[in-house]
């Protein structure tokens, strides 16, 4: 059973087009975020939602924004999809202890976006 | 800004030897650093991860040796073998939440 599944693994898709990706963890974490992983490997934090309210936006393109239905599924909606928007994106979850510490983060397997 | 800078960027070793990735960081007030391994086509997952009133710890094969003082860690692999051959990341997360960051990586390849 698989505990941060995104759908779709792969996504193609044209310059301007809206897409989805969705996320949802089975681990009963109270924190989901998504990452983008560019073509150099590098991970970049997007947002942070913890039990539903957003706690971290950064610097992102407004065309990205983030849902969050329960604590259990962060999705990520994208307009007017951009060449430079190709990239893999990681949905991620953890725990958020008392005193704000915390365990590991547990990825999904990613979403490899490719506008063309 | 990066936070927590990473190196080497790539790493070749020969089965059976030692596969040492640094990492240092800038802010006083990281609480935890854990290290990632990626597969291809696989999402980062938790390899092993320490907090800064130890100065080293090991699980298995791997150990991370913590230098508080100069504010660097690294990721030591002892008798690396082809299966390691990944991309690794270290991270670092701060007490006022639970917000990682990342350094850049570093794809290892250990040749048979």
Redesign the interface.
């Known amino acids: 059973d698989t505990a941060?599944s995104q759908t779709p693994k792969y996504l193609v898709t044209q310059m301007g087009n809206d897409k989805s990706i969705k996320c949802e963890q089975n681990l009963g974490h109270d924190?989901m975020y998504w990452y983008k992983q560019d073509s150099?490997?590098?991970?970049?934090?997007m947002f942070?939602y913890n039990n539903k309210e957003l706690?971290?936006n950064e610097t992102v393109p407004n065309r990205f924004s983030p849902k969050s239905p329960d604590k259990a599924h962060l999705n990520l909606h994208i307009n007017s999809l951009e060449l430079g928007d190709s990239a893999v994106y990681?949905c991620?979850s953890?725990q958020?202890l008392v005193g704000?510490?915390?365990d590991?983060?547990?990825?999904?397997?990613?979403t490899r976006l490719t506008v063309v | 800004q990066q936070q927590v800078k990473q190196s080497p960027q790539s790493l070749i070793v020969q089965k059976g030897g030692i596969s040492i990735i640094n990492c240092a960081y800038e802010n006083t007030a990281f609480d935890y650093f854990p290290w990632y391994q990626q597969f291809p086509g696989k999402g980062p997952a938790l390899l092993i991860a320490i907090r800064p009133d130890v100065s080293e710890k090991k699980e298995g094969r791997f150990t991370i040796s913590f230098n508080k003082s100069a504010k660097q860690f690294s990721l030591h692999i002892m008798d690396s073998q082809p299966g390691d051959s990944a991309t690794y990341f270290c991270a670092a997360r701060g007490t006022s939440g639970s917000r990682l960051t990342f350094g850049e990586g570093t794809q290892l390849t250990v040749n048979p």
């Open positions: 941060v924190t150099k490997k590098f991970l970049k934090i942070s706690i971290i990681f991620a953890s958020r704000g510490a915390g590991g983060y547990t990825f999904g397997s990613g």
